[in-house]
């Protein structure tokens, strides 16, 4: 999209973004335009690095953006050009000027593990422990990390890539009873 | 080792007070409409400590759309607020169409605001009916029912299917509306204010409604924005957002309309927020069923994105290959390799599409934002230091709907 380039790295086109995300460079001690960015339709990303998710976003919280629209994420396995296999998004606006930005973040196997924002917006409660039960991404910091949609013994994570449309674990708790033994 | 008082006369924690009773409310009751648990800790009458157990009518829908194309997609949307169908519709399309870079033709934007608002009255006309019946008022349940069949009866002649019309199409809608569409717009149109005021009677002055809704489940505005709350349970608390302001979509620009908004941020002023909500959605129905441009409702018939009529298929052997380009497996869109979101303002608050595209037909990640799973989060905040009885006008002011909370 239509990004202006000042000083070898790229510029939002909305400065409104622009100045959000200057601002959190300047708080992580990254130089201007060392984190990546990049702008698709209305959409502004940053992409945090995992070490530094806890401290983007509590910045961020101070810098106005005060609600947390949606927190999810996807599997790339397999995606094309992908270097990490989970791809987190956190969409985030300040409510009283509307800008919106995402900050996006990554984990990887075998203990796939982010910060929680528990403690920064609490509606990120229920949307990690859905992340947690679909995808397996732990979230440290977490109070209450269970298995929201699925049932509690359930074994793996469907919205995984490995993870099949059908066949698989499908009532694998539901033992049958022959009439014998009911 | 030094004693401390306070902590041997402090209250235990909830779970080892063993004169607590347990109370499991759901899977199935009334008051819950569709399949959610809770379990309420309860001192006496009081509940210490609300627990919702949800999942129940899990079903797989965002693995079910890394498997079916954008428009068969559309099908699975439909169930998820099954209230306000086409509201779902518009927003999963809204996302596919601004990731193909499609520009609706000025006839669907504004054939889709009306769809918009009709579900908008339609879900609130069944959530504000239904919060009265579980608090005892089942004549304002009726009357809302009796308008409700009518929007039924528009979704029936526009698309065939009363409840899950699957009306929209990338790019377009299934069909263009008619004159007697026009119609019974208009006839609905001319009926809908005299109920309103039937239920706004009803309700607005019943001394059992106010006293059951008054100062029960106060939510405040920072917590509202703390807890992700959007749509009218956040504009009755004092959140003066609205995406169809904020971010406008399809015609919404050129619409006059205001934002209701409310500062209690108690049930009453949920349910007042919706009432007023629908007269607000009635104004911009008006306004849009006497401006309706002509014109084709698909665009880009060349851009070879949007399926080709039945004449056209049938006639021509450009609209053949056309419509067989489009249906194949192995053909259909070809969007960029990026990601999306973007959301619309539903009757509920805010929904949202994500899409994570790997450049084929279906989509790599469907990711759904659903305002009721949002706002169930906030139950328990609102329900705890309350009675067991005020849980179902708690419930009934959150409008959540299971089949969107579990998706």
Same mark, same amino acid.
Request: aromatic share 8%; proline share 5%; glycine share 8%.
């Given at each position: 999209? !239509?990004?202006?380039?000042?000083?070898?790295?790229?510029?939002?086109?909305?400065?409104?973004? #622009?100045?959000?995300?200057?601002?959190?460079?300047?708080?992580?001690?990254?130089?201007?335009?060392?984190?990546?960015?990049?702008?698709?339709?209305?959409?502004?990303?940053?992409?945090? #690095?995992?070490? =530094?998710?806890?401290?983007?976003?509590?910045?961020?919280?101070?810098?106005?953006?005060?609600?947390?629209?949606?927190?999810?994420?996807?599997?790339?396995?397999?995606?094309?050009?992908?270097?990490?296999?989970?791809?987190?998004? &956190?969409?985030?606006?300040?409510?009283?000027?509307?800008?919106?930005?995402?900050?996006?973040?990554?984990?990887?196997?075998?203990?796939?593990?982010?910060? !929680?924002?528990?403690?920064?917006?609490?509606?990120?409660?229920?949307?990690?422990? #859905?992340?947690?039960?679909?995808?397996?991404?732990?979230?440290?910091?977490?109070?209450?990390?269970?298995?929201?949609?699925?049932?509690?013994?359930?074994?793996?994570?469907?919205?995984?890539?490995? &993870?099949?449309? =059908?066949?698989?674990?499908? =009532?694998?708790?539901?033992?049958?009873?022959?009439?014998?033994? !009911? | 080792?030094?004693?401390?008082?306070?902590?041997?006369?402090?209250?235990?924690?909830?779970?080892?007070? +063993?004169?607590?009773?347990?109370?499991?409310?759901?899977?199935?009751?009334?008051?819950?409409?569709?399949?959610?648990? @809770?379990?309420?800790?309860?001192?006496?009458?009081?509940? @210490?400590?609300?627990?919702?157990?949800?999942?129940? $009518? %899990?079903?797989?829908? +965002?693995?079910?759309?890394?498997?079916?194309?954008?428009?068969?997609?559309?099908?699975?949307?439909?169930?998820?607020?099954?209230?306000?169908?086409?509201?779902?519709?518009? *927003?999963?399309?809204?996302?596919?169409?601004?990731?193909?870079?499609?520009? $609706?033709?000025?006839?669907?934007?504004?054939?889709?605001?009306?769809?918009?608002?009709?579900?908008?009255?339609?879900?609130?006309?069944?959530?504000?009916?239904?919060?009265?019946?579980?608090?005892?008022?089942?004549?304002?349940?009726?009357?809302?029912?009796?308008?409700?069949?009518?929007?039924?009866?528009?979704?029936? /002649?526009?698309?065939?299917?009363?409840?899950?019309?699957?009306?929209?199409?990338?790019?377009? @809608?299934?069909?263009?509306?008619?004159?007697? /569409?026009?119609?019974?717009?208009?006839?609905?149109?001319?009926?809908?204010?005299?109920?309103?005021?039937?239920?706004?009677?009803?309700?607005?002055?019943?001394?059992?409604?106010?006293?059951?809704?008054?100062?029960?489940?106060?939510?405040?505005?920072?917590? *509202?924005?703390?807890?992700?709350?959007?749509?009218?349970?956040?504009?009755?608390?004092?959140?003066?957002?609205?995406?169809?302001?904020?971010?406008?979509?399809? *015609?919404?620009?050129?619409?006059?309309?205001?934002?209701?908004?409310?500062?209690?941020?108690?049930?009453?002023?949920?349910? @007042?927020?919706?009432?007023?909500?629908?007269?607000?959605? /009635?104004?911009?129905?008006?306004?849009?069923?006497?401006?309706?441009?002509?014109?084709?409702?698909?665009?880009?018939?060349?851009?070879?994105?949007?399926?080709?009529?039945?004449?056209?298929?049938?006639?021509?052997?450009?609209?053949?290959?056309?419509?067989?380009?489009?249906?194949?497996?192995?053909?259909? /869109?070809?969007?960029?390799?990026?990601?999306?979101?973007?959301?619309? +303002?539903?009757?509920?608050? +805010?929904?949202?599409?994500?899409?994570?595209?790997?450049?084929?037909?279906?989509?790599?990640?469907?990711?759904?934002?659903?305002?009721?799973?949002?706002?169930?989060? $906030?139950?328990?905040?609102?329900?705890?230091? %309350? *009675?067991?009885?005020?849980?179902?006008?708690?419930?009934?002011?959150?409008?959540?709907?299971?089949?969107?909370?579990?998706?």
């Amino acid at each position: 999209m !239509s990004e202006g380039t000042v000083a070898g790295h790229t510029l939002f086109s909305d400065p409104a973004v #622009e100045s959000i995300v200057s601002g959190l460079e300047k708080a992580l001690g990254v130089p201007g335009g060392g984190l990546k960015r990049s702008s698709f339709r209305d959409n502004h990303r940053v992409w945090v #690095e995992p070490a =530094r998710l806890a401290s983007a976003l509590k910045h961020l919280r101070e810098a106005g953006m005060d609600l947390l629209i949606d927190l999810s994420a996807a599997d790339y396995l397999g995606y094309q050009d992908a270097e990490h296999r989970y791809g987190v998004w &956190y969409i985030l606006e300040n409510t009283s000027t509307g800008t919106r930005i995402m900050v996006r973040s990554w984990a990887d196997d075998p203990s796939p593990c982010l910060p !929680s924002a528990f403690d920064i917006w609490r509606g990120s409660d229920w949307m990690e422990r #859905e992340v947690y039960d679909l995808l397996g991404i732990q979230f440290t910091g977490h109070p209450d990390l269970r298995r929201i949609l699925m049932p509690d013994e359930f074994a793996g994570h469907p919205l995984r890539k490995d &993870y099949p449309l =059908r066949g698989m674990g499908e =009532r694998h708790h539901f033992v049958p009873l022959a009439r014998d033994e !009911s | 080792m030094p004693l401390k008082l306070a902590d041997a006369i402090a209250a235990p924690d909830v779970e080892e007070r +063993e004169c607590l009773w347990t109370l499991n409310f759901g899977p199935q009751h009334p008051a819950t409409h569709t399949t959610l648990r @809770l379990v309420l800790n309860l001192d006496g009458e009081v509940i @210490l400590k609300a627990t919702p157990d949800i999942g129940f $009518l %899990h079903s797989g829908f +965002e693995k079910l759309g890394e498997h079916l194309d954008f428009n068969q997609y559309v099908t699975i949307v439909d169930r998820m607020n099954y209230i306000s169908p086409v509201a779902n519709e518009i *927003a999963w399309h809204q996302t596919v169409e601004s990731l193909l870079g499609i520009d $609706l033709t000025p006839r669907c934007k504004m054939i889709r605001v009306i769809f918009a608002e009709l579900m908008r009255i339609h879900d609130h006309l069944l959530c504000c009916g239904a919060a009265a019946l579980d608090l005892g008022a089942f004549t304002a349940f009726l009357y809302a029912f009796n308008q409700r069949e009518l929007i039924n009866e528009i979704n029936e /002649w526009a698309s065939g299917q009363r409840f899950h019309p699957s009306y929209t199409r990338v790019g377009g @809608l299934q069909r263009d509306v008619d004159d007697a /569409w026009i119609g019974k717009v208009r006839g609905f149109m001319d009926g809908f204010i005299a109920a309103h005021n039937d239920v706004t009677k009803l309700l607005n002055r019943n001394r059992i409604f106010l006293d059951r809704c008054r100062g029960v489940g106060v939510l405040t505005k920072e917590e *509202a924005i703390n807890r992700s709350a959007t749509g009218p349970v956040a504009r009755a608390s004092g959140v003066q957002r609205d995406l169809r302001r904020l971010r406008p979509y399809l *015609a919404y620009d050129a619409i006059d309309f205001d934002v209701v908004c409310a500062e209690e941020g108690d049930c009453l002023a949920r349910y @007042l927020v919706r009432m007023e909500e629908m007269l607000e959605s /009635w104004k911009i129905i008006h306004w849009a069923i006497e401006n309706l441009p002509g014109g084709p409702v698909n665009s880009e018939i060349d851009g070879r994105m949007v399926l080709p009529n039945q004449l056209s298929v049938y006639r021509s052997i450009e609209g053949l290959i056309h419509h067989f380009e489009l249906n194949m497996t192995n053909r259909k /869109w070809k969007p960029p390799v990026e990601e999306l979101y973007t959301a619309t +303002e539903s009757p509920n608050g +805010e929904l949202g599409f994500h899409i994570v595209s790997d450049g084929g037909p279906c989509a790599w990640r469907v990711r759904t934002r659903p305002p009721s799973f949002i706002h169930f989060s $906030l139950f328990p905040h609102l329900a705890e230091g %309350h *009675a067991v009885g005020d849980v179902a006008a708690i419930l009934g002011s959150l409008n959540i709907i299971a089949a969107e909370l579990d998706r």
